[in-house]
Each structure stands twice: as structure tokens, then as C-alpha cells.
Nanobody
Framework: QVQLVESGGGLVQAGGSLRLSCAAS????????MGWSRQAPGKEREFVAA?????????YYADSVKGRFTISRDNAKNTVYLQMNNLKPEDTAVYYC??????????????????WGQGTQITVSS
């Protein structure tokens, strides 16, 4: 059973930075495509960023965060990170880590995954 535990959420002013971490247990994370989704109040969950199980160089981003967010992974620690810079009020949401065994790129950029974390709140004040 794969478990994902997020950390690093909080309150930040617009223009600030935060880094989220997601630690995976129960399976070697090198076989997992991993990513982040978010859900703002009253809105559907949306894709934010993902990183392939094949190569850490294969990363994918939603247009709304491209150039501001960076996803990375440390397989030795079974952990994926989301560095978020130049945060905007519209980034306010609950952020969920997700994982999937050997996913395609298309699947990584979706919102249906095998494993989910519990979510962490990000609030960006203007």
C-alpha cells in the first residue's frame, strides 16, 4: 500500500515562495510517476505539475504555473518536491500529491491517479 505524506503548506504573501514535499512509502518511488494537483474552493481539482518515473528531466506543468513552479524528485528519499515562486492569490488552494505506477505522460497530466496524499493548504494573500 502506497502512502503519500505532504508537508510545507502555509500562508504566504503574493510574490513569496513555498516548497512542498511529498514523501512516498510502501513502494520504491522510482517506479512511480508523481505530481501535484490542486483544488480551490468551489472549483474542480486541476493538474499543476508532474514528473515522470522514467527520467527526472521529464516534467510537465499547467500553463498557469509554468515558469514559476518547479517539480523535482529525490528517489533516494522517495520524495517529490514542488518549489513555488512568485506566488499569486489565485494559487490559493489545497494541494494534493499524487502518484501512479508507470504512468503515461497523458495520465500524469490528468486528475485521476492511483494514490493521493491528504492535501495541504496554500493560502496566498494579496
Amino acid at each position: 500500500q502506497v502512502q503519500l505524506v505532504e508537508s510545507g503548506g502555509g500562508l504566504v504573501q503574493a510574490g513569496g515562495s513555498l516548497r512542498l514535499s511529498c514523501a512516498a512509502s510502501g513502494l520504491d518511488s522510482s517506479s512511480l510517476g508523481m505530481g501535484w494537483s490542486r483544488q480551490a474552493p468551489g472549483k474542480e481539482r486541476e493538474f499543476v505539475a508532474a514528473i515522470s518515473w522514467r527520467s527526472s528531466k521529464d516534467t510537465y506543468y499547467a500553463d498557469s504555473v509554468k515558469g514559476r513552479f518547479t517539480i523535482s524528485r529525490d528517489n533516494a528519499k522517495n520524495t517529490v518536491y514542488l518549489q513555488m515562486n512568485n506566488l499569486k492569490p489565485e494559487d490559493t488552494a489545497v494541494y494534493y500529491c499524487n502518484a501512479e505506477l508507470f504512468p503515461t505522460a497523458r495520465s500524469l497530466m490528468g486528475t485521476e491517479h492511483e494514490y493521493w496524499g491528504q492535501g495541504t493548504q496554500i493560502t496566498v494573500s494579496s
